[in-house]
């Protein structure tokens, strides 16, 4: 696992139109989100569920494809160019991030939990999502 390079950024600019059908701003994230009771209409309550400064620290899984690397990459642009919030590569410092993967041996799905959880937290993403 590590961070995106310069290439996948790079590449996101150049997926094909299939990649590119849902327009900006238009995030449809029914079915991706794991409901928690914390969660009201799939916004963070609490103070301490909020990505200080809205920087979120990330890694990549290495199981994705170069092109699943550039349709990430691409999606962190879009919410980077419509939010404040800021994906950052993780540091040893940081000992809450999101793990991005597409977590194969444990069904085929995509979610996450909304806001930060607390140390690793699991943002599953497969091709299909």
């Known amino acids: 696992?590590?961070?995106?390079?310069?290439?996948?950024?790079?590449?996101?600019e150049h997926l094909p139109e299939e990649y590119k059908q849902q327009k900006k701003g238009e995030w449809n994230i029914d079915g991706i989100i794991e409901q928690d009771e914390q969660v009201a209409y799939n916004v963070p309550r609490k103070v301490y569920n909020k990505?200080?400064?809205?920087?979120?620290?990330?890694?990549?899984?290495?199981q994705y494809t170069s092109t699943e690397r550039a349709v990430v990459a691409k999606a962190i642009q879009n919410i980077?160019?419509?939010?404040?919030?800021?994906?950052?590569p993780k540091t040893?410092?940081?000992?809450?991030?999101?793990?991005?993967?597409?977590?194969?041996?444990?069904?085929?799905?995509?979610?996450s939990y909304v806001g930060r959880q607390g140390g690793k937290q699991l943002v599953k993403m497969q091709a299909d999502c």
Do not use: H, K
């Open 51 to 62: 990505w200080p400064n809205a920087r979120v620290p990330y890694l990549i899984d290495n």
């Open 80 to 88: 980077q160019a419509a939010s404040c919030v800021r994906f950052v």
């Open 1 to 12: 696992s590590g961070d995106l390079t310069d290439e996948d950024f790079q590449a996101a």
């Open 92 to 111: 040893d410092a940081d000992r809450d991030y999101i793990y991005i993967t597409p977590d194969y041996a444990n069904g085929y799905n995509c979610y």
